[in-house]
């Protein structure tokens, strides 16, 4: 079965350093592999996805993950962490053993912006 | 807009009371599902359909209904709501059976006392 592991609950940067959200991730085959963010008393909003295309995946508003199969990682990405950035972020792994893309998400990590 | 819809957006409610939380999408799209969140688990797949009149449970179905009557509509049901189902509840629509990319609503909070 698929799993994905968020290493971290909560994570805390100060504006204009880098952030690194960490996931592992559990497949029996190649999978898909998304991220998701969620702003206070918003829906989720796709970041952005792997699908078997180039390993170092971008995103929107600067983010990026890369995908490594050795160490079955999916970790999310950002050069310079912006107030705006503050929000909860799901790694996601595809699941296509029941005959359709059944989503399966990670507990979630919480981004902290600190002035 | 591309968008799916959820109302109502906050609601209280008392043990045993009988509620329907609606969802609508207008992307013409086939497969739509709900998830609850609770703190430190992430989303947990409720029901999901692959089409009209086409449902099936996901991983945490106890004590909800769904009908998929319309192919924009999705309600989720609970007969009689208990207080271990208070959580945010989202719906999420997306294309076809491999579904890539699914869209969310913006959630419903609902608290049962």
């Known amino acids: 079965a698929q799993s994905v592991t968020q290493l971290d609950s909560h994570v805390s940067v100060s504006e204009g350093t880098p952030v690194l959200l960490r996931c592992n991730y559990s497949?029996?085959?190649?999978?898909?592999l998304f991220w998701y963010v969620q702003h206070p008393n918003k829906g989720l909003q796709l970041l952005l996805k792997?699908?078997?295309?180039?390993?170092l995946v971008k995103g929107i508003n600067g983010f990026e993950a890369e995908f490594k199969k050795s160490e079955t990682s999916f970790h999310l990405t950002k050069p310079s962490a912006h107030m705006s950035d503050a929000a909860e972020y799901f790694c996601?792994?595809?699941?296509?053993?029941?005959?359709?893309?059944?989503?399966?998400f990670g507990a979630g990590t919480r981004l902290a912006v600190h002035p | 807009e591309a968008q799916v819809t959820q109302n109502p957006r906050y609601l209280i409610t008392v043990t045993g009371k009988k509620l329907t939380v609606t969802c609508s999408q207008n992307?013409?799209?086939?497969?739509m599902s709900w998830y609850r969140q609770d703190p430190g688990l992430g989303l947990r797949q409720i029901y999901y359909?692959?089409?009209?009149?086409?449902?099936d449970k996901g991983d945490v179905p106890e004590g909800y209904k769904v009908s998929r009557k319309e192919k924009r509509n999705f309600p989720l049901i609970l007969e009689s709501p208990s207080p271990n189902q208070t959580s945010l509840y989202f719906c999420?629509?997306?294309?076809?059976?491999?579904?890539?990319?699914?869209?969310f609503g913006p959630g419903t909070r609902l608290t049962v006392l």
């Open positions: 999420a629509s997306g294309e076809g059976r491999t579904v890539d990319t699914q869209y």
């Open positions: 497949s029996s085959y190649s999978p898909s």
């Open positions: 792997y699908t078997s295309a180039a390993t």
């Open positions: 996601v792994v595809s699941d296509l053993t029941g005959g359709y893309n059944k989503l399966i």
């Open positions: 992307m013409n799209h086939e497969y």
């Open positions: 359909s692959m089409n009209v009149e086409v449902t």
